[in-house]
């Protein structure tokens, strides 16, 4: 069974420039998050879609970052413009949608997409 | 918030050489507390899940327990391909699809 799958690996930009990141979650996951980690520490959650829909969103600098997963399953992260502070990597992961003790927490990870604004 | 503090930082080991790591965490109503390992230029991949005091999880050299405010991730005889960023994350039941990770222990095994 394929993984999640990201690309591109690595992005260098110049600040201002815009960027964007895509993300193939797990066949039949229906729950998609995009997180960012910077060196050194853990993941922090930017989004996390049900289906098509953003649940949660309230970590997502939305002057800067925007993201969609149209049809529910593909998804997008976008930064326009790039700042020097948004360098690092962002990681993207899937679920499936299980409801009460069924639902393990278990996160499946994409390699994540590094990026580097100069 | 939710709060996750692991320590050490970094752990330099010589093979064999038995060893535990600590997650001190702070959530108001803990659903699971959850261990992922991350290989460098990889996304994290999940170990445990662990969801009472008392409760335990075994995976080969790997042993996680959890108390009321902390988890311990044992690693008995380890060997260099053990080496690794352990990370710890925390789920609440108000919010049961989003982790609060800690920033990890760096484990280096040397042969």
């Known amino acids: 069974e394929a993984g999640v799958v990201q690309s591109p690996r690595y992005k260098i930009i110049e600040k201002k420039q815009p960027v964007a990141f895509w993300c193939n979650p797990i066949s039949g996951h229906n729950t998609l998050y995009w997180y960012l980690q910077n060196l050194g520490q853990g993941p922090e959650l930017l989004i996390r879609y049900e289906n098509e829909e953003a649940v949660d969103d309230s970590q997502l600098p939305k002057d800067r970052f925007s993201a969609e997963r149209l049809k529910g399953v593909d998804s997008t992260l976008k930064i326009q413009p790039a700042e020097l502070g948004d360098s690092a990597v962002y990681l993207c992961?899937?679920?499936?949608?299980?409801?009460?003790?069924?639902?393990?927490?278990?996160?499946?990870f994409g390699e994540g997409s590094r990026l580097t604004v100069l | 918030e939710d709060q996750v503090t692991q320590s050490p930082e970094a752990l330099r080991l010589q093979e064999g050489e038995s060893s535990s790591l600590n997650c001190s965490y702070t959530?108001?109503?803990?659903?699971?507390l959850f261990w992922y390992r991350q290989d460098p230029g990889k996304g994290p991949e999940f170990l445990f899940t662990?969801?009472?005091a008392g409760e335990e999880k075994e995976k080969e050299r790997l042993k996680a327990t959890l108390t009321k405010k902390e988890s311990f991730l044992h690693i008995t005889a380890p060997k260099p391909e053990d080496s690794a960023t352990y990370l710890c994350a925390v789920q609440a039941r108000s919010n049961d699809y989003k982790l609060s990770f800690g920033a990890g222990t760096t484990v280096t095994v040397r042969a």
């Open positions: 959530v108001s109503g803990l659903r699971g």
């Open positions: 992961a899937s679920s499936p949608r299980l409801a009460g003790e069924l639902n393990t927490g278990e996160l499946f």
């Open positions: 662990l969801y009472s």
